[in-house]
Nanobody, 115 residues
Framework: VQLQASGGGLVQAGGSLRLSCVAS????????FGWYRQAPGNQRELVAS???????NYKESVKGRFTISRDNAKNTVYLQMNSLKPDDTAIYYC??????????WGQGTQVTVSS
């Protein structure tokens, strides 16, 4: 499975960005997509995940601001990020898997939120 993430950039606090991640290859076994992030000096953390049937989970600090969605027909997952804060600055990675979104990883996309 190959993953291609896009959509990062520089935005002011309070702004919005939408990340996209397209999966290709043998995606038959992929049941769950996730978005992770890693800030300098921090461990990679799961921000949001979505299962094939649509159930979602979010890190507490992004609830109400971020929305994860997916287009199964396009094997694409999105992360709409609103009301961005400087603490959201990180490299964002998409991951997919059968039971947990960490079997395959995409390259990261940088999100920088200025104050």
């Amino acid at each position: 499975v190959q993953l291609q993430a896009s959509g990062g950039g520089l935005v002011q606090a309070g702004g919005s960005l939408r990340l996209s991640c397209v999966a290709s290859g043998n995606t038959f076994s992929v049941n769950v997509f996730g978005w992770y992030r890693q800030a300098p000096g921090n461990q990679r953390e799961l921000v949001a995940s979505i299962r094939r049937r649509g159930s979602t989970n979010y890190k507490e600090s992004v609830k109400g601001r971020f929305t994860i969605s997916r287009d199964n027909a396009k094997n694409t997952v999105y992360l709409q990020m609103n009301s961005l804060k400087p603490d959201d600055t990180a490299i964002y990675y998409c991951g997919v898997g059968t039971s947990w979104p960490n079997d395959y990883w995409g390259q990261g996309t940088q999100v920088t939120v200025s104050s």
